[in-house]
């Protein structure tokens, strides 16, 4: 069987443990051992995926944080804050192995304290994590997720309106990926309790757009994308530029998703609502959803976009489970749950351009070394199009 696979299993086994054991003690230490687990899966894996390509010539070109703070910060490449954070970690070693080591590690120091603050069960959203995008965020969207991270953290400073460490935050978050830009003004509408009939509305509309398939937006974003600032408006005008006149939408397993999903949180709003933090992952799982629909026809654009808000799965099932004492409720939402991360899991490493980038191999045991795997990526470049509409990480 898979590694993939075998370890979510494994997850999916401690998440039962989270759910149905009165030991928190128990809990506590399998939580820990489960992180445990990922850092060595992770931050010990050859190279694997797409990012690598870029992220170890980068790694490799870098000063150390003494060399970049003499040179006045001046260095090219990517933001400033992952340069910083590449030089920090720099100072400590030149291997890029290692650097992966580091950096995993970090991720889930951080995604420890997350879980254990925004769900009463973190094992469950670790399991998710696993499932739903956190394979591709580990190997391929290292900067992505630091800035997605920062912004979880920034959540209770939206809950508690203080706007002061909010905004310190995702300007971090910022300096690693410019896409964090999109976070600011989730300040002031996350924690807004919509109206129901407003939110049902354009959900209905976004199903009506969606289905009807016409892509009017598309046909006139071009115009938008020179009015946006600097590099965000070159990116959009790459992004939209690879993308084909013509891939399949229709209703596939990644709409019928999005509509499970959202009708269950939009039945439980109300109760919800009533738990800290609940209205703010509630909105942030409409938001994912009203840009799939409204937005699936720029493909891997609206990835990048709705990607920032695939953390809403990671905490708002876990919540749900939590809503109620009753059993099949709980087995309802594990199932689903299961499901969504099974599916995710399986359409990121068995698409066919990923299948043998994303085949696991650790540097204690025989793997292939760098230049053979840089062999494998321009190959699997030919695949590229053939991922338009499937929400896959792919090198573009």
Not at 352 to 374: D, S
Request: charged share 15%; with cysteine; hydrophobic share 50%.
């Amino acid at each position: 069987m898979n590694l993939y696979f075998i370890i979510l299993i494994i997850l999916g086994v401690g998440s039962l443990i989270d759910i149905f054991s009165e030991s928190r003690e128990f809990k506590r230490n399998i939580y820990i051992f489960l992180i445990g687990i990922l850092v060595a899966f992770f931050g010990t894996r050859g190279y694997i995926g797409y990012d690598w390509y870029s992220y170890m010539p980068s790694f490799e070109k870098s000063q150390n944080i003494i060399e970049l703070v003499k040179n006045g910060f001046i260095a090219g490449g990517f933001e400033k804050g992952f340069q910083v954070y590449c030089a920090g970690i720099k100072l400590f070693t030149d291997n890029y192995l290692i650097f992966n080591f580091i950096n995993t590690l970090i991720d889930f120091i951080i995604l420890y304290f997350i879980f254990k603050r925004y769900s009463k069960y973190p094992i469950f959203a670790l399991f998710i994590y696993f499932g739903v995008y956190g394979v591709a965020f580990e190997i391929d969207m290292i900067r992505n997720l630091k800035s997605i991270l920062l912004f979880i953290l920034s959540i209770k400073y939206i809950e508690d309106r203080k706007i002061m460490p909010f905004i310190a935050l995702n300007l971090l978050g910022f300096f690693f990926h410019s896409s964090s830009l999109i976070y600011f003004p989730m300040y002031f509408l996350l924690k807004i309790n919509w109206n129901r009939l407003f939110i049902f509305v354009v959900f209905i509309l976004g199903n009506i757009y969606y289905l009807l398939d016409k892509r009017l937006i598309i046909k006139n974003i071009g115009s938008l994308a020179n009015m946006l600032p600097g590099s965000i408006g070159k990116k959009v005008s790459v992004y939209i530029s690879i993308v084909p006149d013509y891939f399949p939408l229709g209703v596939t397993l990644f709409y019928l998703e999005r509509i499970i999903i959202f009708i269950l949180v939009f039945l439980m709003l109300n109760r919800l609502s009533e738990k800290r933090y609940g209205t703010i992952f509630a909105n942030s799982l409409f938001l994912s959803v009203f840009i799939f629909l409204f937005g699936a026809e720029f493909s891997v654009l609206t990835l990048r976009i709705g990607i920032l808000f695939v953390y809403s799965y990671w905490v708002i099932l876990p919540m749900l489970a939590n809503l109620e004492d009753m059993l099949p409720i709980k087995i309802g939402v594990l199932i689903l749950a299961l499901g969504i991360s099974y599916f995710r899991l399986d359409n990121q490493i068995n698409f066919i351009g990923n299948r043998k980038l994303y085949q696991y191999e650790n540097i204690f045991l025989e793997h292939k070394g760098a230049e053979e795997r840089r062999k494998m990526v321009v190959e699997s470049f030919k695949y590229l199009n053939q991922g338009h509409g499937k929400e896959l990480s792919l090198l573009y």
